[in-house]
Nanobody, 122 residues
């Protein structure tokens, strides 16, 4: 069974930095695009950044220049380095990945982590 497990969330002061990590595990044949989403209180989940399996990254306008997404294909992991954090970045951050399971070796399926909370407050 495929799992995505996030880590690294917590409380940080405005202007501070935080790094989120996500590790994929299970019966995996291949991992394709990996991404970070976030859900602010009372809002819908939104894309923060994604990165293809060959390393091409895409960012939401509200994090450009502040956040950096990266991945380690060998470890099947993705990270999000967050800087210049603002109170409005407070949200639950979710890892997402398109994964081909070993038993199918066919079409990538979407998987989600359970989320890690980030609170930006003084």
């Amino acid at each position: 069974q495929v799992q995505l497990v996030e880590s690294g969330g917590g409380l940080v002061q405005p202007g501070g930095s935080l790094k989120l990590s996500c590790l994929a595990s299970g019966n995996i044949f291949s991992v394709h695009t990996m991404a970070w989403y976030r859900q602010l209180p009372g809002k819908e989940r939104e894309l923060v950044a994604d990165i293809t399996d060959y390393g091409s990254a895409n960012y939401a306008d509200f994090v450009k220049g502040r956040f950096t997404i990266s991945r380690d294909n060998a470890k099947m992991s993705v990270s999000l380095q967050m800087g210049s954090l603002k109170p409005e970045d407070t949200a639950v951050y979710y890892c997402h990945a398109d994964i081909v399971e070993a038993w199918t070796k066919n079409i990538p399926m979407p998987f989600w982590g359970k989320g890690t909370p980030v609170t930006v407050s003084s």
